[in-house]
């Protein structure tokens, strides 16, 4: 979806194009990310374990979308797919068919070899700002391509009761297959607490400036220190 937009039109679209092809990867991809980015987990879950059961198990795709899946099942308390995961591989490649309608196109450098591309850091609330920590909230890690468009290339998603947490995103956590954190240059790195656990970006949430680095950058500090005001 266009800037990483997936409500209103563009989810409408998904759906109309599931209607139509119920089997169809790239929109069962698109809308499992649109799912987990509204913070929808069990339709995201189905939508990925859909997907994932479409691809070859031994592929690198196949790889990281089971990391995913086994990722949002430890968030709902279910068991993981079963199958050892794969090492993601950075050339994992879109499934093959038309877009789905406001698929964004993959943009970006040549992919990095997956240990190049790992980012490692901590993030932590500044004291002020502790003290309206919701005891349910949740903290999302996010990085995104820090030019073009704004569609996050890995997203860590963990209680915000755990903080300070150290964190690593690399191409396990892709939301799209086809646009994983190897295939991008400079990357934008920021971390927000929601109190409602929503992926979406509200008044009210908690987040620290992105902060730029390169792939395989090691020792990134976010603090969160500010509000999103209304």
Not at 79 to 97: E, I, L, V
Request: hydrophobic share 45%; aromatic share 2%; charged share 20%.
């Amino acid at each position: 979806a266009a800037g990483g937009d997936f409500s209103g039109r563009a989810t409408a679209l998904l759906e109309r194009a599931l209607a139509v092809d119920p089997d169809d990867q790239k929109s069962v991809a698109l809308m499992g990310a649109a799912r987990y980015r509204a913070g929808d987990l069990p339709q995201a879950h189905r939508y990925l374990s859909q997907l994932l059961a479409s691809l070859p198990p031994d592929s690198g795709e196949a790889g990281q979308i089971r990391a995913i899946v086994d990722q949002i099942a430890a968030e709902l308390g279910m068991p993981s797919s079963g199958t050892p995961s794969a090492a993601p591989s950075p050339s994992a490649a879109a499934p093959s068919g038309p877009a789905a309608p406001g698929a964004a196109p993959a943009v970006g450098t040549a992919p990095a070899p997956a240990s190049q591309a790992t980012l490692r850091g901590t993030v932590d609330i500044a004291p002020a700002l502790a003290e309206r920590l919701p005891s349910n909230a949740t903290l999302f890690v996010i990085a995104r391509a820090a030019q073009g468009p704004r569609v996050p290339v890995a997203v860590l998603r963990v209680p915000a009761a755990r903080l300070p947490v150290d964190f690593k995103l690399d191409d396990g956590n892709a939301m799209d297959p086809s646009r994983p954190l190897s295939s991008v240059g400079e990357i934008a790195v920021e971390a927000r607490i929601s109190a409602s656990g929503d992926a979406m970006r509200r008044p009210g949430d908690l987040y620290g400036e992105p902060v730029s680095v390169a792939k395989g950058s090691d020792g990134i500090a976010i603090l969160i220190d500010r509000v999103v005001e209304p």
